[in-house]
């Protein structure tokens, strides 16, 4: 099971607090005939003069398409030599089929970031689980919500980029460390695990799983407007609920070795 430990419970708690497209009944109907509605990105402007960048525009200069590059033989040849190759870019999509847990973590988040800064709406169907939700920075999962719920996730977009504009450049990305055990539990989808970036009573949190053997987010955490009674609420909550879900696995020690007989 996992486990939380106690500097980061009090850490997070003092400064914090589904349904798939196919079945959500609120999904508007399509009406025959009906002309598509473009959508138009709006990306974030970048910093102008010495200001200081924030989390999101820390991000606007990566490209929300391709995520690298790699060497190949030229379409059609099986083999080449190395001054015969060519370079093909490998997009974020591409990329994804490849994430694994825990060691590709920290890409899946930086992806989910880009798009944000890109407001890529359409990157979010291999960012996230189908299923995904949005509530509260808490692992309560206070106030959860449908990402994918009648606008394609325009809504949860929208407040991931107002709460990633709140948070400095210097925001860290914060993962809790898995030991070899707890690394196995988490790249076989046994175990989940939650990251997060947090400032103050700012926070972005984030919950990770595998999804059909691919690492995706199935749950994001965030307030939407900078929180004032943060503390208070959660203090409230968990009096009512008790201590809120681990974010790390907590190893046990090894029994102890049997005593030889006298």
């Not at 999962?141 to 107002?162: H, K, S, T």
């Not at 690492?215 to 929180?227: K, L, N, Q, S």
């Not at 208070?232 to 909550?237: F, G, L, N, T």
């Amino acid at each position: 099971m996992l486990d939380n430990s106690p500097w980061l419970g009090r850490a997070l708690g003092a400064g914090l607090w589904a349904t798939t497209l196919g079945c959500d009944p609120n999904v508007p109907e399509v009406v025959p005939g009906a002309e598509p509605v473009e959508r138009v990105p709006r990306p974030i402007s970048p910093v102008v003069g010495e200001a200081s960048r924030n989390l999101l525009q820390s991000y606007i200069e990566r490209d929300p398409v391709v995520a690298d590059t790699r060497r190949v033989c030229p379409e059609g040849r099986p083999a080449c030599r190395d001054d015969e190759t060519v370079t093909v870019p490998i997009t974020w999509e591409q990329e994804s089929h490849t994430w694994t847990l825990p060691y590709r973590a920290k890409r899946l988040v930086v992806g989910l970031m880009i798009a944000a800064g890109h407001d890529r709406l359409d990157s979010l169907r291999f960012l996230l689980t189908p299923d995904a939700q949005w509530g509260w920075p808490s692992t309560y999962r206070i106030g959860a919500r449908p990402v994918f719920a009648g606008d394609d996730g325009e809504e949860f977009l929208r407040v991931l980029r107002a709460v990633a504009e709140r948070l400095p450049e210097r925001t860290k990305w914060v993962s809790q460390p898995a030991p070899p055990g707890v690394s196995v539990l988490l790249s076989t989808g046994a175990e989940p695990m939650w990251t997060y970036y947090v400032d103050g009573q700012n926070a972005l949190l984030m919950h990770l799983v595998l999804y059909r053997g691919e690492a995706r987010i199935d749950y994001v955490g965030m307030f939407e407007t900078a929180p004032e009674e943060a503390a208070e609420m959660v203090k409230a909550y968990a009096q009512t609920h008790g201590e809120p879900p681990p974010f790390a696995a907590r190893l046990r020690p090894p029994p102890a070795p049997p005593t030889p007989a006298e």
